[in-house]
């Protein structure tokens, strides 16, 4: 039982580029999320989903688009990608809603060049 | 003001003190509460939910006070492998998503 995991761990990105940031968990949790920690500061949610085929924007989702066509992925996608998208972004999922336990990916790096 | 504050610190503190943290939130509607321990580079994890009646896990004491609206965390006999980030989280039903304060940063010194 992985939990969640997120790939890649470190990614260096020059303005203007697109990726993703891949987020699967194994514990059959309806409801994923992606968050981003700047240095010193809280996590911000970007957007978050409560089951397949199911999405929603969070408090910072400019920048950011996601998809949900299973219940194990939640891949996170950044178009245009700019300086202020440096951050560590983390994935989340819960077996219920949002009130509950959250368990936490361990993180992806991201520098934006 | 921000919708969930921390005292960000550090707290420096021997082995073996005890040290409290307290965090405020500014959502009267917020129902759930919690308090994530975050190592460094790393992701946070649950370390307690929070109840109104209070509640004990082995050293941690967490306590909530909704009518002055805060929480707290109570940490006795600390010991090296405290030392961490301690994150005080919210979530309401009307909001819809748990807020995250930034963090309160605990250094246990030998």
């Known amino acids: 039982n992985a939990g969640v995991t997120q790939t890649p761990k470190f990614r260096i990105l020059k303005i203007g580029q697109s990726m993703t940031l891949q987020c699967t968990q194994d514990?059959?949790?309806?409801?994923m999320y992606w968050y981003r920690q700047d240095p010193g500061m809280g996590l911000k949610l970007i957007y978050y989903s409560v089951g397949a085929g199911i999405t929603d924007k969070g408090e910072v989702p400019n920048g950011y688009n996601v998809s949900r066509s299973t219940t194990e992925d939640f891949p996170l996608r950044l178009e245009l990608a700019a300086p202020s998208q440096t951050s560590v972004y983390f994935c989340?999922?819960?077996?219920?809603?949002?009130?509950?336990?959250?368990?936490f990916g361990p993180g992806t790096r991201l520098t934006v060049l | 003001r921000k919708e969930v504050e921390q005292d960000p610190g550090p707290f420096n503190v021997p082995e073996g003190a005890t040290v409290a943290f307290n965090c405020t939130y500014s959502n009267s509607a917020s129902q759930s509460f919690f308090w994530y321990r975050q190592d460094c580079r790393k992701e946070p994890k649950l370390l307690m939910s929070?109840?109104?009646s209070g509640n004990e896990d082995g050293r941690f004491t967490a306590q909530l006070n909704r009518a002055s609206q805060y929480i707290s965390l109570l940490i006795r006999d600390s010991k090296l492998s405290d030392s961490a980030t301690y994150l005080c989280v919210g979530g309401s039903s009307n909001t819809g998503k748990l807020i995250f304060g930034q963090g309160t940063t605990l250094q246990v010194k030998p």
């Open positions: 514990m059959n949790h309806n409801y």
């Open positions: 929070v109840y109104s």
């Open positions: 989340a999922s819960s077996s219920r809603d949002y009130l509950n336990e959250q368990f």
